[in-house]
């Protein structure tokens, strides 16, 4: 059985009425539907827009979906009581992009990790505060540290921070959402290196949500590539990279930089007119699927 399944999603958002104009509906997720399985790491890619991070989030219901079916475990998400959710949302963690926006300013760093553990109720004062430690210890901080407030801390270290969060009640999925994209270069691959360890020791599944293809290429197992909300293309990645099939693909992985200037580049323009948005998902080949 899959981790999570996901049929069909949709989400709609509400463009407000201005003047005499009604209220449009914008859908940001149109019929997406794929299946994540134990232990991999599954990407979500395209551009600004395309609906990666609204369905990440309407996954773990931290955005309710308009329609759709979400399953956990073969548990549907969409169907569960409040309670029940919360109580799910102990195996369902995310890792948000921005390490600056996503920490309490006004709480310290030991506050912010213990919170989750503090919320569900779970263990003493004292052995809240050693789970802390050690999940410090865990990301590559040093727990000295835990009386800091988030700007005393690099980006890195807040985003090992959010991390440490997310893994304080044993997740079995992280949804990464852009978990480097506002970090210098040079810390990227420490956090992405830290993703992939962690993974390895604590048997994670990620759902990866990511715009940069190099490093998709680098840390998932399959990838589906969204454009203006829906999946255009679905493949293990070593399959999605050495034989793109649908056009905006080629497109997005043509524009990936070349560290050798003098290579021989060929720059795909991606024409959208040739494109219709209502071709279903077809099998091009084995585990390789394309709206074409």
Known sequence: MPLVEVRGLVKEFTRPRWLWRRDVPVR????????????????????????KTTTGRCVLRLIEPT????????????????????????????????PFASLNPRLRARTIVEEPLTIHKIGTREERRA?????????GLDPAHLERYPHEFSGGQRQRIGLARALALHP??????????????SVQAQVVNLLLDLQQQLKLTYLFIAHDLRLVEHVCTRVA????????????????????????????????????????????????????????????????????
């Open 172 to 185: 079995s999925l992280v949804v990464a959402d852009e978990p480097v994209s506002a970090l210098d270069v």
């Open 67 to 98: 329609s759709g079916e979400i399953r956990f475990r073969g548990e549907d998400v969409r169907a569960c009581s409040r309670q029940r959710l919360r109580e799910l949302r102990r195996h369902m963690q995310i890792v948000f992009q921005d």
């Open 225 to 292: 590539v969204m454009y203006r909300g829906r999946i255009v293309e679905m493949a293990p990645t070593a399959a999605l990279f050495d034989q793109p099939r649908h056009p905006y693909t080629r497109a997005l992985l043509s524009a990936i930089p070349v560290p050798d200037p003098e290579a021989p580049r060929l720059r795909i323009e991606f024409d959208a007119s040739a494109v219709n948005l209502k071709t279903p998902l077809g099998e091009v080949s084995p585990g390789h699927f394309a709206a074409l």
């Open 28 to 51: 940001a997720v149109d019929g997406v539907s794929f299946v994540v399985e134990e232990g991999e790491t599954f990407g979500l890619v395209g551009e600004s827009g395309s609906g």
């Open 131 to 139: 789970r802390v430690a050690e999940l410090f210890r865990v990301v």
